[in-house]
């Protein structure tokens, strides 16, 4: 009974149309023309002229000072950010030099992940929902205007959305032990690109490992083996067990500060503040990081219902895609997708595996700051459950079946 309701509900699919080559031509047109429009109006800069904490760190590698100073001046080792990115763009510098040319290859590659993203959307979109909800979700993160501009961040978010996706498309199938191997060794590489997305990471292979009724031993021990290096660098050049980043209490205290809106304040991180920069050299970056988080502690626990207030208005701001207002499309595109999870409540696995990132990822940044391209890495999931959204819609004014989870078929 429930296969032939199966099969129903995907018999109009048949007549379907795969239309994902325009949508990769239009995804590639689009964010060629949002490069181009933003630089007209922003000259471009080389790359050692960005001031990023990534890319500071790249500079001193090349230099061959190390993985050191983040915020453009000799400060000694760091762990203020995992080294993969600042590794992959001292690579770009060490082919292209660090002038404009470095700052274009960058641009380029991020918009190479940004499409191949859009591609994946596509292809999960049609895998557990049918041709035309992949059509919808694709043409959606092909044209949002966030996932047009976060190639232009020199950052790892184009990188981490397409790594997060990855996790997304892979995990239904993950089940026997060399699967778990391989599952292992990409959350390694995750949180040596962006440790933020880890405990996504893990709740995602957690649910592929409750699924399969296994505990991944294997996976756990090629995490712990491919990861171990990290640590021990940090360890071995700071004197201290810093499993991930260093810098969680800077962010505490940028976001949590007597006159602060729930934001990083201007001019008052070590790169661009005399006092701060002089903190920062005199104590050391863990003796200033941790001299933040004391500051950021105190304050939470002598002012409660004003960080209740900043916490809630960072979890606005996160959602509507703006550290500072919201964002039409990216507000529009929350509120489809919470729309699309809603209508997955009869799907519960796949309920579970589209609403874990939603859920996890954004916890840090509701108690430090949240800003735009941080919800960036969010927004091509989003795009798909906006699009389930639109096909249900447009099946119910249709009065054809609307889409079946994938999931929800083969346990049917």
Same mark, same amino acid.
């Given at each position: 009974m429930?296969?032939?309701?199966?099969?129903?509900t995907?018999? *109009?699919?048949?007549?379907?149309?795969?239309?994902l080559?325009?949508?990769?031509?239009?995804?590639?047109?689009?964010?060629?023309?949002?490069?181009?429009?933003?630089?007209?109006?922003?000259?471009?800069?080389?790359?050692? =002229?960005?001031?990023?904490?990534?890319?500071?760190?790249a500079?001193?590698?090349?230099?061959?000072?190390? $993985?050191?100073?983040?915020?453009?001046?000799?400060?000694?080792?760091?762990?203020f950010?995992?080294?993969?990115?600042?590794? $992959?763009?001292?690579?770009?510098?060490?082919?292209?030099? !660090?002038?404009?040319?470095?700052?274009?290859?960058?641009? @380029?590659?991020?918009?190479?992940?940004?499409?191949? !993203?859009?591609?994946?959307?596509?292809?999960?979109?049609?895998?557990?929902?049918?041709?035309?909800?992949?059509?919808?979700?694709g043409?959606?993160?092909?044209v949002?205007?966030?996932?047009?501009?976060?190639?232009?961040?020199?950052?790892?978010?184009?990188?981490?959305?397409?790594?997060?996706? !990855?996790?997304?498309?892979?995990?239904?199938?993950?089940?026997?032990?060399?699967?778990?191997?391989? @599952?292992?060794?990409?959350?390694? $590489?995750?949180?040596?690109?962006?440790?933020?997305?880890?405990?996504?990471?893990i709740?995602?292979?957690?649910?592929?490992?409750?699924?399969?009724?296994?505990?991944?031993?294997?996976?756990?021990?090629?995490?712990?083996?491919a $990861?171990?290096?990290? *640590?021990?660098?940090?360890?071995v050049?700071?004197?201290?067990?810093?499993?991930?980043?260093?810098?969680? /209490?800077?962010?505490?205290?940028? /976001?949590?500060?007597?006159g602060?809106?729930?934001?990083?304040?201007?001019?008052?991180?070590?790169?661009?503040?005399?006092?701060?920069?002089?903190?920062?050299?005199? =104590?050391?970056e863990?003796?200033?990081?941790?001299?933040?988080?004391?500051?950021?502690?105190?304050?939470?626990?002598?002012?409660?219902?004003?960080? @209740?207030?900043?916490?809630?208005?960072?979890?606005?701001?996160?959602?509507?895609?703006?550290?500072?207002?919201?964002?039409?499309?990216?507000?529009?595109?929350?509120?489809?997708?919470?729309?699309?999870?809603?209508?997955?409540?009869?799907?519960?696995? !796949?309920?579970?595996?589209?609403?874990?990132?939603?859920?996890?990822?954004?916890?840090?940044?509701?108690?430090?700051?949240?800003d735009?391209?941080?919800?960036?890495?969010?927004?091509?999931?989003?795009?798909?459950?906006?699009?389930y959204?639109?096909?249900?819609?447009?099946a119910?004014?249709?009065?054809?079946p609307?889409?079946?989870?994938?999931?929800?078929a083969?346990?049917?």
């Amino acid at each position: 009974m429930a296969s032939a309701a199966v099969t129903e509900t995907l018999a *109009p699919e048949k007549a379907a149309r795969s239309d994902l080559a325009w949508i990769l031509v239009l995804a590639v047109v689009a964010r060629v023309l949002a490069a181009v429009a933003y630089f007209r109006a922003i000259p471009l800069r080389p790359l050692n =002229q960005w001031a990023y904490e990534d890319v500071n760190i790249a500079l001193a590698l090349l230099h061959g000072q190390g $993985f050191s100073s983040p915020f453009y001046f000799p400060s000694g080792p760091t762990a203020f950010m995992a080294p993969g990115y600042p590794l $992959f763009l001292a690579g770009v510098m060490r082919v292209l030099g !660090t002038g404009v040319a470095a700052t274009i290859g960058t641009i @380029a590659f991020q918009i190479v992940l940004s499409v191949a !993203t859009v591609l994946l959307v596509v292809k999960v979109s049609r895998r557990h929902f049918g041709v035309r909800t992949g059509n919808l979700a694709g043409l959606l993160c092909a044209v949002v205007e966030p996932l047009l501009i976060a190639p232009l961040y020199i950052w790892d978010t184009c990188l981490s959305a397409l790594i997060l996706l !990855t996790a997304i498309a892979v995990a239904p199938q993950v089940r026997r032990r060399s699967h778990f191997a391989a @599952a292992g060794l990409l959350c390694a $590489f995750t949180a040596l690109v962006n440790p933020a997305l880890l405990p996504c990471m893990i709740a995602i292979f957690a649910w592929s490992a409750w699924r399969a009724r296994v505990i991944p031993w294997l996976g756990i021990c090629v995490f712990m083996l491919a $990861f171990s290096a990290w *640590p021990i660098r940090n360890y071995v050049s700071m004197h201290a067990f810093i499993p991930l980043r260093s810098n969680f /209490g800077y962010e505490l205290w940028s /976001g949590n500060q007597n006159g602060g809106d729930g934001d990083s304040p201007i001019f008052r991180d070590p790169l661009t503040n005399p006092a701060e920069r002089a903190l920062f050299l005199s =104590q050391g970056e863990l003796g200033y990081m941790g001299q933040k988080e004391s500051l950021a502690k105190t304050w939470i626990r002598a002012h409660p219902e004003e960080f @209740a207030a900043l916490t809630a208005r960072r979890v606005e701001r996160f959602w509507a895609g703006s550290s500072k207002s919201p964002v039409a499309m990216t507000s529009l595109l929350s509120v489809l997708a919470l729309s699309g999870l809603i209508l997955l409540w009869r799907s519960r696995q !796949t309920l579970v595996l589209f609403g874990l990132p939603l859920l996890i990822y954004p916890l840090p940044y509701y108690i430090t700051h949240a800003d735009l391209r941080f919800q960036m890495i969010l927004d091509p999931l989003l795009t798909m459950l906006a699009g389930y959204a639109c096909e249900c819609f447009f099946a119910w004014c249709a009065r054809r079946p609307a889409p079946v989870s994938s999931l929800t078929a083969t346990v049917s």
